[in-house]
């Protein structure tokens, strides 16, 4: 899939670190280092901007390295950038440490994954068909 993208920033374009990888990863651009404090959140700019074609959708998520080394995940996950929206590609950053996390120009802060998606049209029922599961939920399966 050929996706229109800007890139204002002076880092390379987001790419898949390996061949099977979903997500590529996002880096921060930044004029200074950013200090993040425990439990602030923060919104860090990528400089990239995008087209995305229609029927399609980027995920923002957590990177895992992130999160479970420095307790830094993505506050709105997955965050969604739909495929009509022009402005800069940027992350809502919260910091659930203890310790203040400093991000620098550069860093790989997330990742995105760009999906495909249905539009849903609702049809209006009385009731609905029975399953095995019916309404069982949270946790509803046992341990």
């Not at 996002?26 to 990239?48: D, Y």
């Not at 506050?75 to 659930?96: F, K, W």
Request: hydrophobic content about 40%.
């Amino acid at each position: 899939m050929e996706v229109k993208i800007i890139n204002r920033s002076h880092h390379a374009l987001p790419s898949y670190a390996t061949p099977l990888s979903a997500g590529m990863d996002l880096r921060a651009n930044l004029s200074e280092p950013l200090t993040v404090a425990p439990m602030q959140r923060v919104l860090v700019p990528t400089g990239l901007f995008m087209a995305l074609p229609e029927g399609t959708e980027a995920q923002v998520r957590p990177r895992s390295g992130l999160a479970i080394k420095h307790g830094i995940t993505v506050l709105n996950s997955p965050g969604t950038i739909d495929a009509d929206y022009r402005g800069e590609v940027c992350v809502i950053l919260i910091n659930l440490s203890s310790e203040p996390f400093v991000i620098n120009d550069g860093e790989r802060i997330a990742q995105m994954v760009i999906a495909r998606h249905e539009r849903a049209e609702w049809v209006g029922v009385d009731v609905l068909d029975e399953t095995e599961r019916g309404a069982g939920g949270f946790g509803h399966s046992g341990v």
